[in-house]
Structures are given as C-alpha cells and as structure tokens.
C-alpha cells in the first residue's frame, strides 16, 4: 500500500478539537401501540481527526444510531449537529446535500456496481455533490491511492478479493474529503486476517486525517480502536473518553 503521511492522533476529550458530530439528549420512537423506543436519550460528540467504535448487541440501538448519525432518520426528539449544521433546520434537499458534502458511509455489503470499474465506483461517490466528470476521476484516484489500490483503477469488483473491495467502498466514501465517515461492520464479512488488515487501513487513514466512527459488535475489534463507546437498550453506557457516565432513573426505566 502506498505510504501515508502520518499525523499525531488527537488526545480523548481533548477540547480543542471542533466537533465533526455532536448529538445532545437524542431520542427515536418507532409506533405507537406500544411504542418502540429505540434511542433513550443520547449524548455524543465526536471531535474532528477521532478514530471509534461504537460497540453493542443486536437490538442495542447502534443501527438506529448510525441511521440518525448519517441523516438517514430524523430523531425524534434532541439535536444533531453534523461539521456545525443543526440538521433539524434543513429541509430534506438541505439534508441531502448535507449528506453529500459531509458524511461518507461504508457498508458491510460493498453495495459496488459490479459491471463498472473501480475508478468509476469510487468517482460515483461524488455524483451528488456537482462536481464535474474530469475532476470527480482524479479525486476518485487520489483516493484510490490512499487505500493503495490506484494500480487497480481499470479492474472490475468482481475480479477483486473481499478486502479490495472493501477499500473500494472507504476510498468512495472518502473521495468527497467528509467531515466523517461512518463505518458499519466495516469486517463483518471479511476473515480475520483480512479483517485486521482493513482495521489497519482505518487507523492509517486516520492517521493522515479522517475522522472515523466504527459501527460494530465486534468487541475485539472495537478494542483495536482508540475509542470505544458501548451502547444498550439504547443508551450509551460507556465511553472510554469519559470517566464515568450517568444515566438518570427516568431514562433507564
């Protein structure tokens, strides 16, 4: 892989650091007989140049988190700020172009066309944020070199391993140089060794400067991250930046 320019990570909980994400007292309710309440109250900031997991079973309430973090949901109730931008006060053209120019999703799935080239799949991740065809290709391959794969630009997804793929899918969710990158399972279907390769590739790219926030139930891997925030019945009960969290009576009931 090319080399990568390397930088000092950011101190947990240093302050200096304005925040790439910052949710206050976030809540998300689904139905109504009975409801399901899938968020009970969530408080996260994730300053920019961090590098974390958020780590919890099936049914804790990260995949709803991850859907409210990436603008995919509204929440019901509380504020999310994404690079600054209160979504709440954006229409849903606004929140797409939010989405656009500041988030960068990477999925267990790939979610690659098959029949396009890499070079084609990555520059795509720039298709909604005006960008023109000359430069979204040299972006798309600026990208492609910091995953290591610019020598692969005219190959096809089908003809590559599991782990290129996957760099395919970080280097298209980095092309548009987000605010943040949310990482769902990045692992997940990947063997170990290929799996820690691409662990690998996260802390070097954050090394170099991406904010990163790892969606997984995966403990060990969580562990490989600086930051490990655990969530349950959705509330945060841990956060390795904090020394302690406490969830008020009303809210754990």
């Given at each position: 892989m090319s080399p990568i320019r390397r930088r000092r990570t950011p101190v947990l909980g240093?302050?200096?650091?304005?925040?790439?994400?910052?949710?206050?007292?976030v809540t998300k309710t689904y139905g109504e007989q009975p409801p399901v309440r899938a968020l009970r109250g969530v408080s996260l900031t994730v300053r920019k140049g961090e590098l974390l997991a958020i780590?919890?079973?099936?049914?804790?309430?990260?995949?709803?988190?991850?859907?409210?973090?990436?603008?995919?949901?509204?929440?019901?109730?509380?504020?999310?700020?994404?690079?600054?931008?209160?979504?709440?006060?954006?229409?849903?053209?606004?929140?797409?172009?939010?989405?656009?120019?500041?988030i960068g999703f990477v999925f267990q799935q790939?979610?690659?066309a098959?029949?396009?080239?890499?070079?084609?799949?990555?520059?795509?991740g720039l298709l909604y944020a005006g960008v023109e065809v000359r430069e979204r290709r040299r972006r798309a391959m600026e990208a492609l070199a910091?995953?290591?794969?610019?020598?692969?630009?005219?190959?096809r997804p089908t003809k590559m391993s599991g782990g290129q793929r996957q760099r395919v899918a970080i280097?298209?969710?980095?092309v548009g140089r987000p605010a943040i990158v949310l990482a769902d399972e990045p692992t997940g279907n990947l063997d170990s060794a290929t799996g820690a390769s691409i662990v690998e590739l996260l802390h070097e790219l954050n090394?170099?400067?991406?904010?990163?926030?790892?969606?997984?139930?995966?403990?060990?891997?969580?562990?490989?991250?600086?930051?490990?925030?655990?969530?349950?019945d959705g509330l945060i009960t841990s956060d390795?930046?904090?020394?302690?969290i406490d969830v008020p009576a009303e809210i754990r009931s």
């Amino acid at each position: 892989m090319s080399p990568i320019r390397r930088r000092r990570t950011p101190v947990l909980g240093d302050g200096g650091a304005p925040p790439a994400l910052d949710l206050a007292a976030v809540t998300k309710t689904y139905g109504e007989q009975p409801p399901v309440r899938a968020l009970r109250g969530v408080s996260l900031t994730v300053r920019k140049g961090e590098l974390l997991a958020i780590v919890g079973p099936s049914g804790s309430g990260k995949t709803t988190l991850l859907h409210v973090m990436g603008t995919l949901e509204r929440p019901t109730t509380g504020t999310v700020r994404i690079d600054g931008v209160d979504v709440d006060r954006l229409d849903d053209r606004g929140l797409s172009a939010l989405r656009a120019r500041s988030i960068g999703f990477v999925f267990q799935q790939f979610f690659l066309a098959e029949h396009s080239t890499v070079l084609d799949n990555v520059a795509d991740g720039l298709l909604y944020a005006g960008v023109e065809v000359r430069e979204r290709r040299r972006r798309a391959m600026e990208a492609l070199a910091r995953v290591g794969l610019e020598q692969r630009a005219s190959s096809r997804p089908t003809k590559m391993s599991g782990g290129q793929r996957q760099r395919v899918a970080i280097a298209r969710a980095l092309v548009g140089r987000p605010a943040i990158v949310l990482a769902d399972e990045p692992t997940g279907n990947l063997d170990s060794a290929t799996g820690a390769s691409i662990v690998e590739l996260l802390h070097e790219l954050n090394a170099d400067g991406a904010t990163i926030v790892v969606i997984t139930h995966d403990a060990e891997l969580a562990a490989r991250l600086p930051r490990q925030v655990h969530v349950r019945d959705g509330l945060i009960t841990s956060d390795s930046a904090r020394e302690r969290i406490d969830v008020p009576a009303e809210i754990r009931s």
